[in-house]
């Protein structure tokens, strides 16, 4: 259980960090595009075109600029490091083996951001050793997420225990980072 001090300090840390993130546009377009199909009727088949030669371009520089090893090779120096087994770490993380075994095995799966953060809190890593595992599997902690500045109200605190945050998420009416 929360002690109550414990969440209502959050909640006050969420008044003072939490960014609304705004969508702007500019007001020529706003009113001519109330309605999002009239949007998608503007974009000519040429433009489509174009916007999947960029896409199969950038799958090419990725995969020739991609960096050996990832995410699974810098979780796994993490965990020597911090002296953890494996089973230590993804118990810690509250993840499941079969699961475990997907982001280190040879298929190399991509974890889901919640995945990681589990995995960066069970390593008890400072923000900025957080920030750089976060930033091998493609993340980043933002101001305008709820879910993310409570994480970053975790690290300053020292809040590393997963049922901890899970439950801190909890009371400020955020999805928990893993399923038990």
Do not use: W
Request: charged share 30%.
């Amino acid at each position: 259980m929360i002690d109550e001090k414990i969440i209502a300090d959050l909640r006050e840390y969420l008044k003072d960090h939490y960014i609304p993130q705004r969508v702007l546009m500019a007001p020529e377009i706003a009113h001519s595009f109330s309605d999002v199909s009239l949007l998608f009727e503007k974009i000519e088949i040429e433009e489509v075109r174009c916007l999947r030669d960029v896409s199969d371009d950038a799958s090419k520089y990725i995969k020739k600029h991609r960096k050996p090893g990832g995410f699974a090779h810098a979780l796994d120096q993490k965990r020597k490091e911090k002296g953890l087994t494996p089973a230590e770490l993804y118990k810690k993380a509250n993840i499941d083996r079969r699961q475990y075994s997907r982001f280190m095995g040879p298929e190399g799966r991509h974890p889901s951001m919640n995945t990681v953060i589990s995995f960066a809190l069970a390593l008890k890593l400072e923000r900025q050793e957080f920030d750089e595992l976060l930033k091998t599997a493609g993340y980043t902690l933002s101001n305008s997420s709820t879910r993310d500045v409570c994480i970053m109200y975790c690290l300053e605190k020292g809040i590393y225990d997963i049922d901890e945050v899970n439950a801190l998420l909890f009371a400020i009416g955020v999805e928990a980072l893993t399923r038990e």
